[in-house]
């Protein structure tokens, strides 16, 4: 899964980096509104994080044009300020969610997969896909009720096609929510990485459609 952190303070941004790298996000930065504007307009993300105060353009401003654009990605909204308006001025804007700074990183990284939970059409972490029980929440895998043990690499890949209910998903979708937009990977290793899952979880667990690309069997 990949995710938009909107921040000018690099510190900020750092430590939001490494938290959601932890429970197994992909991160971006943008440290202003220009460019943050740009990554959304362009790239496809599961989640942004929006900080408000920005440099070159604010953060409510940023958010209307995305959704102005149509880009429909959840985004929770992160200020120092805290009052009731600027909470209505944001949801107004478009904003999923409000989270007052300062705030616990794991309230954040809950927050984010309760957005992206619900972008999928799911209420729990836990995804069934017959004999395969993924816990996005917890990172773990189990088939048929045994632990698999999976590296954070092959348990993105799960986790990412867990949330595409019902449809194939392209290689380069994949690499991009993978590997980030500065370093995709080509076809080839995600073909790789694909049949180490396979591996693990059974030849008929993540099943190729020709011409479209790759989906989680037994899902929906």
Known sequence: M???VVED???VAADIRTGLQAAGLVVDIAP???DAWFAG???DYDVAILDLGLPQ???LSVLRRWRATGRSFPVIVVSARGDWNERVEGINAGADDYLAKPFEMGELIARVRG???RAAGRVSSVVQAGPLRIDTGRMTAELNG???RLSPLEFRLLDYLAHQTGRAVPAGELAEHLYGATDHDSSNAIEALVARLRRKLGPKSVMTRRGFGYELEGLG
């Open 146 to 148: 045994v632990p698999v």
């Open 41 to 43: 307009d362009v790239e």
């Open 115 to 117: 957005l992206m939970r």
């Open 9 to 11: 303070d690099p510190d």
């Open 57 to 59: 353009l604010d953060g």
């Open 2 to 4: 990949r995710a938009l």
């Open 32 to 34: 202003d509104g220009r």
